[in-house]
């Protein structure tokens, strides 16, 4: 479950960046949109790091070193 929640974040980071990119193409810079979707995207990528780190730190994610 906690995997998915991460694989689902990162695609909502994705589908985020080329959101803002198409608005950047189509409006030109004129709209707000840009900046939105760069809100939206850094507020994920909060998130997602977030969880990554509440999960280390819980034991439910482990880091695996190389020898």
Do not use: C, E
């Not at 840009?34 to 790091?49: E, F, K, M, P």
């Amino acid at each position: 479950m906690l995997k998915a929640l991460i694989i689902f974040l990162m695609l909502a980071v994705i589908v985020s960046l080329f959101s803002g990119l198409y608005f950047l193409i189509r409006d030109g810079g004129k709209t707000n949109r840009v900046v939105n979707s760069l809100a939206i995207r850094v507020t994920l990528s909060v998130l997602l790091l977030a969880v990554i780190l509440i999960s280390l730190w819980q034991g439910s994610l482990t880091l695996h070193p190389t020898p």
